[in-house]
């Protein structure tokens, strides 16, 4: 009989299947070897995907232009600061954030000195005209931020009266409340005079001013010409 069996050939199967009857004749190495390689595959791509997602948004959250909302009311104060223009008041930049996301607040750089650096210096003679010039300029100063959205200085010192090219004095590193209450948290300033109550409010922080004005003026009386 020709064409009997129903295969290609029309011939019989052989008496033993090719890869053997438990299929031991065969390699099947290569297909075990792409059914990994799928797996794998099936697996990686959507995790690899993941920590994609998951390292961009956290680039995201860190990037330096990113506003938290706690940090709406000190963007605010410096944009209050940036607005005060007086003659006896050292110019505010603004702030910004370095490489370590350390927050910086740029004033305009005075070369000759802070009014401490001045009088302390046994090389340099100033007349009592002088010493009741500067005097004169810190009131100024005072009187126009008390009169001004800031209302008060909160960090006066000689070391933050500055002396221009022109012997003026500017006062610099005046605060609004917010930066002021953040540097008490942090126990940047550890120290107030006895009359200045530990809770005071911040709204009336003139009376502290005058309190650290009449110290400076003390040390500008101390100093022998």
């Known amino acids: 009989l020709i064409n009997y069996w ?3 050939s029309g011939e019989p199967p052989p008496d033993m299947p090719h890869c053997g009857y438990d299929g031991s004749l065969c390699d099947h190495t290569k297909h ?4 990994a390689g799928l797996v794998i595959a099936l697996v990686s791509i959507p995790l690899g995907y993941y ?19 706690e940090s709406v009311r000190l963007l605010d104060a410096a944009f209050g600061l940036k607005m005060l223009e007086n003659e006896n008041l050292n110019k505010f930049y603004g702030i910004c954030f370095n490489q370590h ?3 910086l607040i740029l004033w305009v750089l005075i070369a000759r000195g802070s009014l401490e650096d ?12 002088f010493q009741v010039s500067f005097a004169k300029d810190v009131v100024k100063g005072l009187l126009y931020l008390h009169t001004s959205a800031v209302q008060y200085h909160g960090l006066l010192c000689l070391q933050n009266c500055l002396v221009d090219s022109s ?37 009336n922080g003139s009376r502290s001013n005058c309190v650290a004005f009449v110290l400076n003026f003390f040390a500008l009386k101390q100093i022998k010409l």
Not at 51 to 68: A, N, S
Not at 118 to 129: A, T
């Open 51 to 69: 920590l994609y997602r998951r390292g961009k948004e956290k680039q995201l959250y860190d990037m330096t232009w990113r506003i938290p909302r």
């Open 101 to 103: 996301n350390e927050l």
């Open 167 to 203: 012997w003026t004095i500017k006062l610099t590193n005046f605060c609004t409340e917010i930066i002021v209450a953040e540097k008490l948290a942090r126990n940047e300033i550890k120290e107030m005079h006895k009359d200045v109550d530990d809770d005071i409010e911040f709204a």
């Open 6 to 8: 129903p295969t290609a």
């Open 32 to 35: 075990i070897v792409l059914g």
């Open 118 to 129: 001045i009088l302390f210096n046994e090389e340099m003679k100033l007349s009592r005209n």
